[in-house]
């Protein structure tokens, strides 16, 4: 649900510059939870360029990334993509729109256009609940999102070197002191290196070690990952 207040801010978001990136459905209803004959809803099918042409249901839904993509959309090249939920076939409203990503048959499933000095990414599915619901089976899910925040220009504050889609970290703030939570997915052990952000260098590293050597996470059964710290 987006009320129009708040369609009409994300609308000039993008026009003055920033990057709106939508999983499947947005605007789908109004604040008076009437559905929107055309969706995205709230005149943001202008924005993202592309509206849904047809909703399918499904236990699985996969997104195959295009050909020829710029960096750094170009990891998303032939990667099957894991959806959940919903597989919204887009239909583009400009030529000037570029499909990143199509379902089986060839329908868009992933757009990206331009919109005054800023873009749009509609995604025609639910990937990150398809990624967090197993974040080692649907690890192309993970990729598809990191991709996208990159080529935002969003600079995370801490990036994870090895182990694609196995190990996540977060960052908490702790009284002039940062938190770093790393969580493997994975039953074997990993060894990654965690890149943080110039933000969060500087500062001091509280963090509690196993007998590994490693940053202690998840839950006590998970195994270990062993780690070393550098800034970007």
């Not at 997104?63 to 959940?84: F, K, Q, S, Y």
């Not at 990150?128 to 935002?152: C, I, N, S, W, Y």
């Amino acid at each position: 649900m987006l009320p129009g207040p708040l369609v009409s801010a994300l609308r000039t978001y993008v026009q003055n510059g920033g990057v709106l990136i939508s999983e499947a459905r947005p605007g789908w209803n109004d604040e008076r939870g009437f559905a929107n004959a055309r969706i995205p809803g709230g005149g943001l099918d202008q924005v993202f360029g592309a509206r849904e042409r047809e909703l399918r249901s499904g236990d699985i839904v996969t997104m195959t990334g295009g050909a020829d993509l710029p960096r750094p959309l170009a990891a998303l090249e032939r990667l099957t993509i894991p959806g959940a939920t919903f597989a919204e076939h887009l239909e583009r409203t400009r030529a000037d729109v570029r499909v990143l990503a199509t379902f089986e048959g060839g329908d868009a499933a992933i757009t990206d256009a331009r919109f005054g000095s800023g873009r749009a990414v509609l995604i025609g599915s639910f990937p990150a609940a398809a990624f967090e619901q197993d974040p080692v089976k649907m690890r192309h899910a993970g990729t598809l999102l990191q991709t996208l925040v990159q080529d935002a220009g969003v600079t995370p504050d801490v990036r994870v070197d090895g182990a694609p889609g196995l190990v996540e970290a977060r960052v908490l703030d702790a009284a002039g002191r940062f938190v770093l939570i790393a969580i493997n997915h994975d039953d074997a052990p990993q060894r990654v290196t965690f890149i943080l952000s110039a933000g969060v260098a500087g500062r001091p590293l509280a963090q509690r070690r196993g007998r590994h050597g490693g940053v202690v996470c998840g839950e006590p059964r998970r195994s270990a990952v062993h780690t070393s710290v550098q800034a970007a």
